[in-house]
């Protein structure tokens, strides 16, 4: 939750508490009272659920892209959205940013009603798209500089928080360099810092890491969990990385075909499927082994994948020799065995009877790279 409870005072005018340099990952909590004030000030409300939604549907035409979603997200939560491509995650927050309008249902976003109030809403969230919004030809400070303008910060204001922003993301020392010359890596973060310039009481961010190498994406992924213990933030994230959710989110709706089809913390979710899970690569014939091994004693769920049989057991130490024993006497060769906990690739799987997979297929709902699910039985 913000730390509301040590901000003494509000201002009725533009007056800005005074606030301390930030610094990095590592920067302390004690900075986020001061911090806190000017979220108040600049468009902040303490509000319990942040973000309230109720039977929100949106149809492109015959396609329903939004089917009665109903949610509630908690002040200072950092909330994962997640789901392949064309599951509607990017659909739902353009509506709660207000960029599209739903067909029908409603949402309230600050306190504020999406339809009747959109200047409100726009001024208490930020959004980091998906897809690149940089001006290339400015340096990383114009950006800023040129963001804050827009959200009508002063001239002074605008030079603090362009360096505090910067500093919380490790660019201070590149504000002055063209943003072409920027990696990947620093570009999504400079996107972030720019989210960040007018204080937002929520983020959206869309896809933060799309595209990176996995040491950027842990590196971005400090920068988010800092935000939300730092701000007090309220962050909501969209991805289609397991691993992500499940390091960065304290709850997760997976989203499949329009629907919420789960919403729980990532360990209660990946409680659902208990136990452990056997991966067998054998020889043929897969489908009479597989077959046989349903009717063993302690194995809760058998699937057949890609020539891997995998298997859903209690006490996996004790199951594996007489999975080898069914082997010899079917005549099958194990060629590989490995045991481990379920993961949420495994819930999604549970939920959905489908994996997550890249896809080269466009998808007009939802301008991100697609997914292709699939799972064989």
Known sequence: MA??????????????????????????????????????????????????????????????????????????????????????????ISILATILKQTSGTAMVCERNIEREQAKVRKCIGIVFQDPSLDEDLTGEENLDFHGRLYGLAAALRRR?????????????????????????????????RGLMHMPQVLFLDEPTLGLDPQTRRKIWAYIENLKEVFGTTIILTTHYMDEADQLCSRIAIIDSGRIVALDTPQNLKARLGGELLELEVSPPQERFADELVAMEGVQDVALENGRILLTVNQGEAIIPRVFQTAQTFGVAITSVSMRKPNLEDVFIELTGREIRESEVAEPTERMRILMLRRRR
């Open 161 to 193: 928080r362009i360096d505090e922003v910067l500093e919380l993301v490790d660019l201070k020392d590149r504000k002055n360099y063209l943003v072409k010359t920027y990696s990947g890596g620093m570009r999504r973060r400079l996107e972030i810092a």
């Open 3 to 92: 730390r509301w409870d040590n901000c003494s005072k509000t201002s009725s005018n533009n007056e800005q508490p005074e606030q301390g340099n930030l610094s990095g990952p590592d920067v302390i909590a004690d900075k986020s009272a001061a911090l806190c004030c000017s979220l108040l000030l600049i468009g902040g409300c303490p509000v319990s659920a942040v973000i309230t939604i109720d039977a929100l549907v949106k149809k492109f035409g015959g396609v329903t892209a939004l089917n009665e979603i109903s949610l509630e997200i908690e002040q200072g939560e950092l909330f994962g959205l997640l789901g392949p491509n064309g599951a509607g995650k990017t659909t739902l």
